[in-house]
């Protein structure tokens, strides 16, 4: 299996505070991505990145920031959280830019 | 863009029935595509893929093949089991330069 640890795996927060979802890998794959995944909509893209301190949006970006200050780790950021972003969220790595994706095993979220 | 259209679900089989999901997609070029399988609870993992037009992937049981004149990458199971319940994904190529958009996926059920 491949090396991603998400941290934390649950998490249960109020409307307005700020959160932190980490990525880790052990792989050394230079393509970090975070998803979130909701009933109806499938997995959607947040943030990716191709690099250390580079990263770029995807889909559904509006409330989130990122951050790859190394290799190994990818942050998420909720500024201010609201009940919107109640969700499962998936890091995933990619060695190359076509290839496959290894995903985490999810960070599940709730907003109150 | 790239992109791909995938049947939607769900899709309720008894077992040993045959299983076919469709999916089409569009690309510039040839590029890799992928089959990505979701159990209950997990993240999202590789089930197949296919490097180039032609090619046939194969696991588990399953099959797909990547045919460029009909720009098709279903996927097949001649004799499905409880166990494979699960969200099946087709993978597009990544657009935009890396990034890979999923859809929301084939709910399949398995009934003994």
């Known amino acids: 299996d491949a090396g991603i640890t998400q941290s934390p795996r649950h998490k249960v927060t109020e409307t307005g505070t700020p959160v932190t979802l980490r990525c880790h890998q052990t792989?050394?794959?230079?393509?970090m991505y975070w998803y979130r995944q909701d009933p109806g909509h499938g997995l959607r893209l947040i943030h990716y990145s191709y690099g250390v301190k580079d990263t770029d949006k995807g889909e559904v970006s509006d409330g989130y920031s990122v951050s790859r200050s190394k290799t190994e780790d990818f942050l998420l950021t909720l500024e201010s959280a609201t009940s919107s972003q109640t969700s499962v969220y998936f890091c995933a790595i990619s060695e190359t830019s076509g290839g496959e994706l290894f995903f985490g095993e999810g960070s599940r979220l709730t907003v109150l | 863009g790239d992109s791909v259209t995938q049947m939607e679900g769900p899709v309720t089989l008894s077992e040993e029935a045959f299983l076919t999901i469709n999916c089409t997609y569009t690309?510039?070029?040839?590029?890799?595509l992928f089959w990505y399988v979701q159990y209950p609870g997990e993240g999202l993992q590789l089930l197949l893929k296919a490097t180039k037009a032609d090619d046939k992937g194969s696991n588990k049981g399953f099959e797909a093949t990547y045919r460029k004149e009909t720009t098709s990458f279903h996927l097949e199971k001649g004799s499905v089991q409880v166990s494979d319940s699960a969200v099946y994904f087709c993978a597009p190529p990544p657009g935009g330069g890396f990034k890979t958009i999923f859809g929301a996926g084939t709910r399949l059920f398995v009934k003994a």
């Open positions: 690309a510039t070029g040839y590029p890799s």
């Open positions: 792989e050394n794959h230079r393509y």
